[in-house]
Structures are given as C-alpha cells and as structure tokens.
T-cell receptor, first 113, second 119 residues
C-alpha cells in the first residue's frame, strides 16, 4: 500500500521568496511521484512527475522537485514565489486500485505581497 | 494535449433525486477512468476505477449501488449519484488515462470537477 504525508496544511511565503512544500511517501514498490496544483473550484493540473531516471525533476511554472529515496521524500520547490502561485498543492504516489493515485491531504500555499 | 471535460460543473438537486455526471476525453481514447471525491479543504479520495466495457472496481467503503459508474465507450464515463442526500454533497473529479502508446497514455489527465450540492 502507498501513502503520502504533506507536512503543513498551510504555507505562507512572501512574494519573491523561496517556496518549499514538503512531501514524504511510503511505498512497497518503486514509486511514481507527482505534484498537482488545484485552483479554487477547478480540477488538478500536473506540475511535474518522477518515474525513473534523473531524481531532480523540473516542471511547469518554475517548479521543481527532487526524489530522495533515502529520505522517502519528494519536496516541491520554486526559487521565487509569484502571486499567481497561490493555490492548493497535492503530492501523490501511484497506487490504490488499478493505477489510481493516492493523494496527500494537500498544502495551501499563500503568497503575501 | 490530452483534455478531459466534465459536465455539469455545478449541480444542485433535491434530496432523493439522482444526478448524473459525465466525464469525456476530448482528444484521446481513455481506456481507464478514475472517479475521485473531494470534501472541502480535504484531499481527493479515489472512489472507483472504470475500464471501458467492464464493471467498475470500487474502493473499500464506497457503495456501488449508490454511486453507479458506466464506462460504455472509450471517451465517456458517467457517475450517477442515486437517491442523493446532503451528505453526498461534494466535489467529484474524474481522471482519464489513454491507451498504451497513444495520446494520453501513461498520464492521468484530470477533469475540472463537478460540484454537487444536495438540498
């Protein structure tokens, strides 16, 4: 079985500051890991994913995440926050049912001017 | 790129009525579709997995007679909430995955979600 833990239900940063959203996972098999962003009343948009290969993954909107097997982590970062980054972010691991994803509880990112 | 459309995006119904939500893959054939439920300020919970032409596989604790899923074609899956009650009010999101080697393969594309409010 797979599970995902996102530390911090809310993260607040100033515009221009570093964004760090934490995600730890557990998986009985080599994981596929994902980060999604959700804007209010909308579905999920894929930011980036790790399957195999390079452990540092670059995504859209300047986000990147690094897969660290030893730490069972897949933290999401962005060097400089923008107001438009304010949203809900979900970390997910492949598993559950027939390839369905298991999601973390989400982290609400707040950008302060 | 792969696009998934959900309809309706908002629906309000009276308690006891049934509501159907559609999930369509617009530019690819979706061999597998997933239905999720999201309560306010919470994560997505997988409800069921449907493969075209076969019965849906429901997650533990999800009533299959309450949430009827049909995946009759490679581009359409429907979720029907039968005899809806206020506790069924939620945000329902579908996702779809395409055939191996085709557009949308190995990528889960999410719909924009459908918000159900049961009065």
């Amino acid at each position: 079985a797979q599970s995902v833990t996102q530390l911090g239900s809310h993260v607040s940063v100033s515009e221009g500051a570093l964004v760090l959203l934490r995600c730890n996972y557990s998986s009985s098999v080599p994981p596929y890991l994902f980060w999604y962003v959700q804007y209010p009343n909308q579905g999920l948009q894929l930011l980036l994913k790790y399957t195999t290969g390079a452990t540092l993954v670059k995504g859209i909107n300047g986000f990147e995440a690094e897969f660290k097997k030893s730490e069972t982590s897949f933290h999401l970062t962005k060097p400089s926050a923008h107001m438009s980054d304010a949203a809900e972010y979900f970390c997910a691991v492949k598993g559950g049912g027939a390839d369905g994803l298991t999601f973390g509880k989400g982290t609400h990112l707040i950008i302060q001017p | 790129g792969a696009v998934v459309s959900q309809h309706p995006s908002w629906v309000i119904c009276k308690s006891g009525t049934s509501v159907k939500i559609e999930c369509r893959s617009l530019d690819f054939q979706a061999t597998t579709m997933f239905w999720y439920r999201q309560f306010p300020k919470q994560s997505l919970m997988l409800m069921a997995t449907s493969n075209e032409g076969s019965k849906a596989t429901y997650e533990q604790g999800v009533e299959k007679d309450k949430f009827l899923i049909n995946h009759a074609s490679l581009t359409l899956s429907t979720l029907t909430v039968t005899s809806a009650h206020p506790e069924d009010s939620s945000f329902y999101i579908c996702s779809a995955r395409g055939s191996q080697g085709a557009v949308g393969a190995n990528v889960l594309t999410f719909g924009a979600g459908s918000r159900l409010t049961v009065l």
